[in-house]
């Protein structure tokens, strides 16, 4: 179905092909991408001769890239297709209208109603009502009798509303994400060259031809041939699955491919596949990211009928999963958009959610709707029971009339009058607001923190954010300015204090100085002009160089005159930056033949490769190990705790002599150089910073530094900014010493050795990724303290990517972060600092205090108004809120409060308090006390109203009225005094933790005041002129004020109740917790205890379907052990039985291999969800088990190997060690058809 679609991409794009105006067409270049390695070159050299050969093809020069004019970018777009992958089409309206109708409790009153409808327009013929007892006369008025309608009607048209109301809030929402998502795409720009200028472009204005420069940390945009590369490694694991960096060169292997992550060095590429030609475009065609919906309600049918034969038998899914990836490569969701429902249908295929699907929060409240819903439920089922018996007893047996048939119809009406309302109380009681509450919430407060520098890509990253305990962050950038520069300097035995005069420096020196820093830093980083006059000039590329090539225009000499002499294409070999090496090497060959190379690195790591250093007039003596030390101790150690970076920068020539060296070898190729150099380079820390870690400290979260730096310049940071306050015991470490500290003899982790040292931990220096990874995960592991710790991390480089992808929230930076980076992260600082992790905080703590503002209101609501329509319908037979009154509550609690109270902003106050564990309750005792103390007030008011009203206003009691009464003064005097005590309450509601001012800031929250406002006015409007559809009268001013102050009354009580103190009232329980660990049976804790962290909500939504399936799979297996025994059949015959054909086990018995617990080990993106799957598996017997029982979680064991292996992403090893050779062994344990083989097949 997909293929379709996309062979006609192809075509429409082949016609478009103006007469080849280019030498080549799209599915030359795109069948030339298909191949890989040596292959690739052989086409290229046969076709093209080489890749200049293609670039003139292609109309472009490999030096200068395209001419960038628009006619000719706008040819190529029609061409060669633009850089973009189409969106699936959202949803519609109507789509989202349709969607909402399908809410169950709707549909019952749509039906109830229509029913009602119907019977209002039967009249019985000639009966004389009198004799149907005393309920249904009383009404002679040929008018009021013609009326019934309107209930009907009336209930309709306000379900339409609710409906309306929802769609709308679901299409607002979607749009919202479709405005995140181009925004995070517009984020994303890459570099390329035209007319011999680097610019930046947004992703998707590059066009086959373009000339683009790939370096470390990019993702690749588009398929492309490399032009020339140094050092270049790229990690193809998202095509491909093998984790293995692959060496780039354009000797071996030219092909770039779009989605493949830059891991080292750097090169340029000619673009020759873009959009839905690149690789990564065609695997999204074939998945069909694309498609139209018709295509998908196909998909939709074709997956029920899937589901219905998985029941029979899970495993083939597992393995069509398998086939599916190999064919496509193992095509990683990885790049997949957000809002994408594909990927998310096949990360459920998978089965194995990752822990970014569900948040903490919405599993709490998916918890707490779920049991006032049964509650709500079973209140509404008394209801309809009580009122029907109610009044049958009253007419059938105290009149004791009999069941005459003409009275029928009116018998009926009662009966769907009951149910209405037992209806219309489940409405009320079911909180449908709740995840609309969250949803609002949320969005509202993303798209608020946009202007707050903080991009979120995952929604509930923003909620977790309010919980997070522990922050570790990056120094370089985050807490510092990242704007180097080079303030102290050791050049000829000399320490310069600051930048030195250019006459000072012997000349010599000079000259290789200049030419080293020129040459050894990477070309795409340079020193612009400024863009205002008198600003400071600009840094493009990586920081560090630019500092250095600063220093070069600080010593008056111009870097850029030396690049311009050699160009990168002259450079005889480059060694890049990476996290393993430290250092970066450039290899020039000199006009002799002799080769020199200059190199640049941490200095405590070079300086141990030196042995000699020049000297004041320019020769170079011996550097021995004791001068190290005295350097080290004079120079190094005074920069270090002045909190600058030092930077050593040196040489090694190769005379021709000695032949040409073994560039592979880099160990004997980085020894024996001559210190030309060492610098201080100072990154002043961000002036908001102390202030920003202050707060965060004030708020009980604890900030921990991570950093690359030496140990002297990250403590000397971390006091400048207050994470290391003087005269506190805090732990400094270097990472060698932190692995020596957490590792036991035999070099493994101990989660026991890690929590002696984190709680003391504040600096974590000269650390690698893979121990920042160590110590996120050790935090987040660990149950030291009471309270489980909730961590973010910051990051920026492409290794920073494992830790955010462990972390609980990711930061990635926004200006300096790699792709890499942002792809794993779940909020993006679009500034880059610090402060705004502290807005993210704040923001992320408003949202579950908004929440816990509305379940307030919410619950109040509704336990008022379910206990008024039972109690009013048991004593009067009739309830005293109508069924469209009811939904018209419902309408202000649900949808306007759920606005009002979700979008309150956020105040400094929030950083004044501890954060909330991952195990708070909901509703904690203060809000309890004030739901129970508020409800306690409305019932009171009500029922005064309702019993003893008519006396004190003196009106008709409007109880007991007949069938189709006129509305009476009373009953809307009731309705509207419960409505504004809701108004008031709403004010009430606006603080939790039981503070006195309740008006506080209600004017900044311009939302609240209107919504407020509106709800009055309608109401009003509502009373005054709804007329019998809302069972009202008219009421006079006087009622008016009456009802107003009695509404009034609930913020007076609510003072009241603010002054009891909580501790005093025991009996009082919290109450929304998440699942805890100890209410999970242990069997479960076992399946579960692969996984990181115990996802409630999924918990709740998949006990149902497991315990189903566990139902469904023993009675399969009991009837399959029985027939198996009833026939006789020797445990060990290999019998292959029709029935088990199904089974994938015996397609797969065959000799050569077979798939042990096919399913969990699919290759996934996240390490860490490798192990976790839906726990039905887990139960899989092993081969061992010949008990035909299910086996106890203890069996499992041997076919789970899970791999020790260090390397966290290394999934796809990992995944290999279940492909089981499968000797004639296993034929005797379990053979086909055996009924143990069946209970092996049905688990």
């Known amino acids: 179905m997909a293929n379709n679609s996309y062979s006609g991409v192809k075509n429409s794009m082949v016609e478009a092909n103006h007469d080849g105006e280019f030498g080549c067409t799209l599915n030359e270049l795109r069948s030339l991408m298909e191949l890989r390695g040596a292959e690739a070159i052989v086409k290229i050299g046969e076709s093209y001769e080489d890749i200049k050969g293609l670039c003139n093809r292609l109309k472009t020069s490999p030096i200068d890239g395209l001419s960038g004019?628009?006619?000719?970018?706008?040819?190529?777009?029609?061409?060669?297709?633009?850089?973009?992958?189409?969106?699936?089409?959202?949803?519609?309206?109507?789509?989202?209208?349709?969607?909402?109708?399908q809410d169950v409790t709707l549909i019952i009153l749509e039906v109830a109603a229509i029913v009602s409808l119907g019977l209002s327009f039967y009249r019985p013929p000639d009966a004389e009502r009198t004799h149907c007892g005393r309920a249904a006369g009383g009404v002679e008025d040929e008018t009021e009798s013609e009326a019934g309608w309107i209930e009907g009607a009336a209930i309709l048209l306000s379900v339409v509303c609710v409906v309306l109301v929802t769609a709308f809030n679901d299409w607002s929402k979607e749009k919202q994400f479709r405005g995140l998502q181009s925004r995070i795409e517009q984020e994303q720009k890459f570099t390329v060259v035209r007319g011999g200028q680097v610019i930046q472009i947004p992703v998707a204005e590059i066009v086959v031809g373009d000339v683009a420069q790939v370096k470390y940390g990019d993702l690749l945009p588009a398929d492309g041939v490399l032009i020339q590369s140094n050092d270049l490694k790229i990690d193809e694991s998202s095509l491909t699955g093998e984790s293995d960096h692959v060496k780039k060169t354009q000797e071996k292997d030219p092909m770039l491919l779009s989605g493949t992550h830059v891991m080292e060095g750097s090169g340029k590429m000619l673009v020759t596949a873009v959009g839905v030609?690149?690789?990564?475009?065609?695997?999204?065609?074939?998945?069909?990211?694309?498609?139209d919906d018709e295509e998908d309600e196909e998909e939709k049918k074709k997956e029920k009928e899937e589901k219905k034969k998985q029941r029979?038998?899970?495993?083939?899914?597992?393995?069509?999963?398998?086939?599916?990836?190999?064919?496509?490569?193992?095509?990683?969701?990885e790049m997949q958009p957000l809002n994408s429902d594909e990927a998310e249908a096949e990360e459920k295929k998978k089965s194995s959610m990752s822990k970014k699907e569900k948040s903490v929060l919405q599993g709490k409240l998916t918890k707490l709707a779920?049991?006032?819903?049964?509650?709500?439920?079973?209140?509404?089922?008394?209801?309809?029971?009580?009122?029907?018996?109610?009044?049958?007893?009253?007419?059938?047996?105290?009149?004791?009339l009999p069941w005459v048939k003409e009275c029928t119809p009116i018998y009926i009406q009662f009966f769907v009058k009951f149910f209405i309302i037992g209806v219309t109380v489940l409405v009320v009681a079911v909180p449908e607001g709740l995840p609309l509450a969250v949803t609002i919430s949320l969005a509202y407060s993303v798209k608020k923190m946009m202007k707050d520098n903080n991009l979120v890509r995952h929604l509930d990253a923003c909620e977790t954010m309010g919980n997070a305990t522990a922050i570790c962050s990056d120094k370089t950038g985050t807490l510092t300015m990242n704007r180097m520069t080079v303030v102290q300097a050791f050049i000829a035995e000399k320490h310069y204090k600051k930048v030195p005069e250019p006459e000072n420096i012997p000349s010599s020196i000079l000259d290789m100085l200049i030419l080293g820093i020129a040459v050894n830093c990477a070309y795409t980083t340079k020193i612009m002009p400024p863009e205002k006059e008198g600003g400071?000039?600009?840094?493009?590329?990586?920081?560090?160089?630019?500092?250095?090539?600063?220093?070069?225009?600080?010593?008056?000499?111009?870097?850029?005159?030396?690049?311009?002499?050699?160009?990168?294409?002259?450079?005889?070999?480059?060694?890049?930056?990476?996290?393993?090496?430290?250092?970066?090497?450039?290899?020039?060959?000199?006009?002799?033949?002799?080769?020199?190379?200059?190199?640049?690195?941490?200095?405590?790591?070079?300086?141990?490769?030196?042995?000699?250093?020049?000297?004041?007039?320019?020769?170079?003596?011996?550097?021995?190990?004791?001068?190290?030390?005295?350097?080290?101790?004079?120079?190094?150690?005074?920069?270090?705790?002045?909190?600058?970076?030092?930077?050593?920068?040196?040489?090694?020539?190769?005379p021709v002599s000695e032949g040409e060296p073994d560039w592979d070898n880099e160990n004997d190729i980085l020894s024996g150089l001559t210190c030309l150099c060492v610098v201080g380079i100072e990154d002043p820390v961000r002036p908001e910073v102390p202030d920003a870690i202050r707060k965060c400290q004030r708020a009980g979260i604890t900030v921990r530094m991570v950093t690359g730096d030496n140990i002297n310049t990250a403590r000397a940071i971390a006091t400048k900014c207050g994470i290391l306050l003087p005269g506190d015991d805090f732990l400094c470490l270097e990472g060698k010493e932190f692995n020596r500290r957490i590792r036991n003899e035999k070099g493994e982790i101990e989660q026991e050795r890690i929590d002696k040292i984190w709680p003391k931990l504040r600096v974590l220096a000269?650390?690698?990724?893979?121990?920042?990874?160590?110590?996120?995960?050790?935090?987040?592991?660990?149950?030291?303290?009471?309270?489980?710790?909730?961590?973010?991390?910051?990051?920026?480089?492409?290794?920073?990517g494992p830790a955010l992808k462990k972390a609980d929230v990711g930061f990635a930076m926004g200006i300096a972060g790699t792709d890499v980076a942002k792809e794993a992260s779940d909020i993006i600082l679009t500034d880059d600092n610090f402060s705004s992790i502290v807005k993210a905080v704040m923001w992320g703590r408003n949202v579950y205090d908004s929440i816990s503002k509305f379940l307030q209101f919410q619950l109040t609501v509704n336990v008022v108004a379910v206990i008024v329509a039972f109690t009013g319908a048991c004593i009067t037979q009739d309830s005293p809120l109508k069924a469209v009154q009811m939904l018209w509550v419902n309408l202000i609690m649900d949808t306007f409060a759920s606005l009002a109270l979700a979008t309150e902003p956020p105040t400094e106050a929030l950083l004044l308090r501890k954060p909330y564990g991952r195990n708070k309750p909901l509703i904690s005792r203060t809000m309890m006390k004030n739901i129970l103390g508020q409800g306690v007030f409305q019932l009171v008011t009500i029922f005064t109203l309702l019993f003893a009203g008519e006396k004190f206003f003196d009106i008709d009691s409007g109880r007991n009225a007949p069938l189709h009464a006129p509305p009476s003064e009373h009953y809307t005097i009731v309705f509207n005094t419960f409505v504004l005590m809701q108004l008031f309450n709403e004010i009430n509601a606006r603080k939790i933790h039981g503070e006195r001012n309740v008006f506080e800031g209600i004017f900044n929250n311009l939302i609240f005041c209107s919504i407020v406002f509106g709800t009055f006015i309608i109401q009003f409007v509502i009373v005054q002129f709804g007329g019998k559809p809302f069972s009202c009268v008219a009421l006079t001013i006087d009622q008016w004020l009456w009802c107003t102050f009695l509404g009034f009354g609930s913020l007076l009580w609510g003072q009241v109740i603010s002054s009891i103190p909580t501790s005093r009232l025991k009996f009082l329980k919290t109450a929304g917790h998440g699942t805890q660990k100890e209410e999970i049976p242990d069997e479960e804790l076992d399946e579960l205890s692969d996984n990181d962290e115990i996802d409630h909500a999924e918990r709740e939504l998949?006990?149902?379907?497991?315990?189903?399936?566990?139902?469904?799979?023993?009675?399969?297996?009991?009837?399959?052990?029985?027939?198996?025994f009833r026939s006789s059949i020797s445990l060990y015959e290999g019998l292959e039985k029709p029935e088990s054909r199904s089974s994938i086990h015996n397609f797969m018995t065959h000799p050569e291999f077979r798939i042990e617990d096919s399913e969990p080990h699919i290759p996934l993106i996240d390490d860490t969800d490798a192990e976790d799957?839906?726990?039905t598996k887990r139960n899989s017997a092993s081969p061992r088990n010949t008990t035909p029982t299910p086996p106890s979680p203890t069996t499992v064991a041997p076919t789970t190997p899970v791999s020790p292996s260090p390397n966290q992403n290394n999934n796809a090893v990992e995944s290999s060690n279940h492909l089981v050779p499968e000797g004639p062994k296993s034929g005797t344990l379990s053979a086909p058809g055996s009924p143990l083989h069946s209970l092996e097949t049905s688990l």
């Open 536 to 654: 400071l000039p600009r840094q493009v590329g990586n920081k560090t160089e630019c500092s250095l090539l600063g220093f070069s225009n600080d010593l008056k000499r111009d870097y850029q005159a030396i690049r311009n002499e050699i160009p990168e294409e002259k450079l005889y070999k480059v060694y890049t930056f990476n996290s393993v090496r430290k250092s970066m090497s450039t290899v020039l060959k000199m006009a002799d033949g002799s080769y020199r190379m200059f190199s640049k690195g941490a200095s405590e790591i070079l300086l141990k490769k030196c042995y000699k250093i020049l000297t004041a007039n320019g020769e170079s003596k011996v550097f021995r190990p004791r001068d190290r030390d005295d350097m080290v101790k004079k120079v190094i150690e005074p920069m270090a705790s002045e909190g600058l970076r030092t930077i050593c920068l040196a040489y090694r020539d190769f």
């Open 1173 to 1175: 799957d839906a726990p």
């Open 1102 to 1124: 998949r006990r149902g379907q497991i315990l189903w399936f566990r139902g469904l799979n023993r009675i399969q297996t009991q009837i399959r052990v029985v027939n198996a």
């Open 766 to 800: 000269r650390s690698s990724p893979t121990d920042k990874h160590t110590l996120v995960k050790g935090i987040i592991d660990s149950t030291v303290l009471e309270k489980r710790q909730v961590v973010a991390v910051t990051g920026d480089g492409t290794n920073d």
């Open 370 to 400: 779920v049991q006032i819903g049964k509650a709500g439920l079973v209140m509404s089922a008394i209801t309809v029971i009580i009122l029907v018996v109610l009044f049958v007893v009253d007419t059938f047996w105290i009149q004791g």
């Open 312 to 333: 029979k038998n899970k495993q083939d899914a597992a393995v069509e999963s398998r086939k599916k990836a190999k064919a496509q490569d193992g095509a990683a969701m």
């Open 69 to 101: 004019q628009p006619g000719d970018i706008e040819k190529r777009k029609t061409v060669f297709g633009q850089n973009l992958i189409p969106p699936k089409k959202p949803k519609t309206f109507l789509q989202l209208v349709w969607e909402a109708l």
């Open 277 to 291: 030609n690149s690789q990564t475009g065609i695997i999204f065609t074939l998945l069909g990211t694309s498609e």
